[in-house]
Structure formats: C-alpha cells, structure tokens
C-alpha cells in the first residue's frame, strides 16, 4: 500500500510543477490538478490537508533534492575552490536536467506565498553553502564580507543564465560552466 500511496503523491508533485509552471502560483487549484492528474479532488485531500499545504510540502521536496544534487561527490576533506567548482557544475546540471523543478523553485522565491507561509525554516536555497564560504572567508580566500553577499555574487548568475540556458539563448557547454566558475571565483576571492 506504501508504494501505491508514494505513486499517488508523486502524480500529485509532478501534476502540479507541470501546472504551475503553465499557469502560475495564483491560477492553481486543487480541481485542476485533480482534473490534470486524472483523480479526484479527494483524492488530493487524502495526502494534502489544503492547496497552501500541498504547495509548502512541494517547495520543501524540490528544495531538499536540489541540495542533494548540489552536494553530490562534495566531501568535508575537499579545497574550498575544488568544493565550489564541484557545487556550482553540480547546479548547473541540475538545472539542465531539472528544467521544470528549476524554473518552478524560481516561481516559488519570486512569491510572497511562498516568503510569507514557509518563512524558509532552514534558510534560503543557498544557504547549506555557508558553511564553505565561512571557511573561505577563514581561509582567506575569499573576500572579508558577509557570507550572504558572496553566496549572492557567485550563485545568483547560474540562476539568471539557467533562465536563459531554458530559453534558448545560452548553452551550458563545458566551456560555459568553466568560465562562469571561474567569473564566480573571481567575483569573491580575497
């Protein structure tokens, strides 16, 4: 039953993404969802107590797997440089590979639903990277500065060129990713 449960929530998420990202956070409804995933609206309620649950449970989901995709291979023993190099691909080919998630996670920052409600618990989508950036700032590589200022200067471009990798007008070539590290680094060493 389990495993029954877990498909219904998960075309319950993916219905969803797929509708919001046509039609926005403020022209979704339970009933079109449920009539989009061919269920009933009951259904929905079964796994979600209300539309503003649903959509907080969503922002969390694609936020914790973003994370995991950022940090995948990034251990605690790496560089500051080579663990920043390895986050930033890694987020990149996340939004490669996750167009819909990404663009929808954007929608959600965007929305004062999403900053009113979540009062993002454990911080912005970036902030499991201060910790490296401390450590940067320690080891002084990076510029003497408030962490969120460099997380903002080095992380914020992958967000505006992964707009316009989705698009069409930038590619995420090999060559690409390098320069924007690089361009990243650069922006915040000391």
């Known amino acids: 039953m389990k495993n029954r449960s877990d498909n219904k929530s998960e075309l ?19 009933s ?3 009539k989009r995933a061919n269920i009933s609206s009951s259904t929905i309620y079964f ?20 994370h995991e995709k950022m940090f995948l291979g990034v251990t605690a023993d790496m560089s500051v440089k080579a663990a920043f190099e390895k986050i930033l691909r890694n987020y990149s080919s996340y939004i490669v590979n996750n167009q819909a998630n990404f663009l929808l996670m954007e929608q959600f920052l965007d929305s004062p639903f999403i900053q ?32 969120n200022l460099l997380v903002t200067y080095s992380c914020l ?17 090999p060559d690409n990713i390098d320069k924007m590290i690089q361009m990243s680094w650069d922006a915040i060493k000391a």
Do not use: H, W
């Not at 992958?158 to 989705?166: C, L, S």
């Open 12 to 30: 319950i998420y993916q219905t969803t993404i797929e509708l919001l990202n046509e039609i926005g956070l403020s022209d979704i409804s339970m």
């Open 157 to 173: 471009p992958f967000v505006q060129m992964g707009k316009e990798y989705i698009n069409g007008e930038y590619e995420f070539t």
């Open 116 to 147: 009113k409600t979540c009062k993002d618990q454990n911080g912005g989508v970036f902030k499991p990277m201060y910790p490296l950036f401390e450590r940067g700032i320690k080891e002084g590589l990076f510029k003497d500065s408030e962490t």
């Open 32 to 34: 079109k969802i449920a």
């Open 47 to 66: 796994y979600f107590e209300s539309k503003e649950d649903l959509l907080i449970k969503l922002y969390f989901k694609l936020k914790e797997q973003m």
